[in-house]
């Protein structure tokens, strides 16, 4: 990723570019170490399509934490499927993190 995210929506929707993209390497380094894995496996991803930011909570330019409520479609197989989770954030060293997030309903 060329720049670095200023707000948590901003982190949010480079990941999502991430995981679009496949590229493993971004989403580590943007996942906090306290809850980052070892590694991120791929090979099984669905094909990404759309982003839908449903809401955020702080993560500007001026907090240090942050939640980003979104919706991610992905075609997986022959059918659409959606993504719904309320992501935590937090900016550390001037950095934004990606912390955890809980799975909702759509």
Partial sequence: MPNEPQTAEELMRSRFQAFRDGDAEW???TWHPSTRPAAVELAENPAWRALQIVDTIG????????IVEFRAT?????????????????????RWFYVDGDIRDS
Avoid at 74 to 90: D, K, P, T
Wanted: glycine fraction near 24%; hydrophobic fraction near 25%.
């Fill in 59 to 66: 993560g500007g330019t001026d907090d240090n934490d942050g």
């Fill in 74 to 94: 992905y075609r997986a197989g022959e059918g659409i499927g959606i993504l719904h989770e309320r992501s935590r954030f937090v900016r550390e060293g001037g």
């Fill in 27 to 29: 989403l580590l380094r």
